[in-house]
């Protein structure tokens, strides 16, 4: 998983990428819950690149896409908000698996 270093960063694999968006904190407890099968997410779907977002150093990129709980995910795929899995709710291994899933590119 990439860890989203600058605003550029972002930008450029979101435009050149099938890519989806892990918005998290390292003080999210949700978050550390999924935390320890994201690899194996990342191998059933090596067709994403998978970002990790810490929505503390990135609070205005949740903001300017309605992200108001953690952990959540978009989807974008040359550009384009493809999906979005967005909650202030845990999230199950197989809830995100089905949104991966469902995501039309």
């Keep these: 998983m990439i860890t989203l270093k600058t605003d550029e960063q972002l930008k ?25 099968f994201l690899p194996e997410l990342e191998e059933e779907f090596s067709e994403w690149t998978f970002v990790y977002v810490d ?7 949740c903001a300017e896409n309605d992200i108001f709980g953690i ?13 979005r899995f967005v909650s202030k709710d845990a999230k199950s291994r197989e809830e995100i698996e089905q949104f991966i899933k469902n995501v039309e590119v």
């Design 12 to 36: 450029d694999i979101i435009n050149n990428d099938k890519a989806i968006l892990l918005f998290s904190a390292e003080w999210c407890p949700d978050c550390r819950v999924i935390e320890p």
């Design 55 to 61: 929505r503390d150093q990135f609070i205005h990129i």
């Design 71 to 83: 952990p959540s995910f978009l989807a974008y795929n040359n550009g384009e908000e493809v999906g």
